[in-house]
């Protein structure tokens, strides 16, 4: 069965770069999740969509943007960034009405330099 | 305010043994879903189990097992005949039936030796 597919696996950046993470749902799954992991942590919610709009919003600094495409794929947009944004970026996706459970991608390891 | 708890940071046991890792968490919601996930080594996330905060029936699948208890708010979660291949962080959840605002607790780290 088709995941949730994160791109890329790893990346490597500098300080003041910038980064965009994509993540392509489950097909027919209308929101999409994404979660920080910080090293020894507990994933964080940054911000959801559903249905190609913002739905909630968590601990998501303001250098950072995501939006929802018309295909229902995600891209986490980060700016500026900062040696402590380097951590696990997780996308997941759920069918909203069924909201059984969260699938989650392999997640993204973004490690700042 | 919503609030997931794992008491236990670090669990280690011998293969075969019996385990069983807790979960308390606080919500002001009456209706939520609660939540177990694997982390292995890999990384990814790996969904287990959910459950509605009506819905008090204890689950069996397999080795694994849920005990939810409403009235301690409770979600404990048990491995019967551990095996290597569960050494794994467990992660459990918690989210209002009206927001995606899932909330972790901190992850009990199993390590089960051979």
């Known amino acids: 069965a088709a995941g949730v597919i994160q791109s890329p696996r790893h990346l490597i950046k500098e300080k003041r770069e910038t980064a965009t993470l994509k993540c392509y749902p489950i097909p027919r799954h209308d929101t999409v999740y994404w979660y920080q992991q910080g090293p020894g942590q507990d994933p964080q919610f940054l911000i959801s969509f559903y249905e190609k709009m913002q739905s909630d919003k968590g601990s998501i600094p303001d250098r950072f943007s995501a939006q929802q495409f018309s295909d229902y794929h995600s891209e986490l947009n980060m700016s500026s960034l900062e040696l402590g944004d380097s951590a696990l970026y997780f996308c997941a996706s759920s069918l909203r009405v069924l909201n059984y459970g969260y699938t989650f991608g392999s997640g993204t390891r973004l490690t700042v330099v | 305010a919503q609030k997931v708890t794992q008491a236990q940071t670090e669990i280690s046991v011998v293969e075969k043994e019996d385990v069983t890792l807790d979960c308390v968490y606080e919500?002001?919601?009456?209706?939520?879903?609660l939540f177990w996930y694997k982390q292995p080594p890999s990384g990814e996330l790996v969904f287990l189990i959910r459950r509605n905060s009506f819905d008090e029936q204890n689950e069996i699948s397999g080795r694994y097992s849920w005990n939810f208890q409403k009235s301690t708010s409770s979600f404990n979660f048990t491995i019967t005949a551990s095996q290597v291949v569960d050494s794994a962080v467990y992660f459990c959840a918690l989210t209002p039936i009206n927001n995606n605002d899932m909330r972790f607790g901190a992850g009990t780290r199993l390590t089960v030796k051979p």
């Open positions: 919500t002001r919601d009456t209706t939520y879903y």
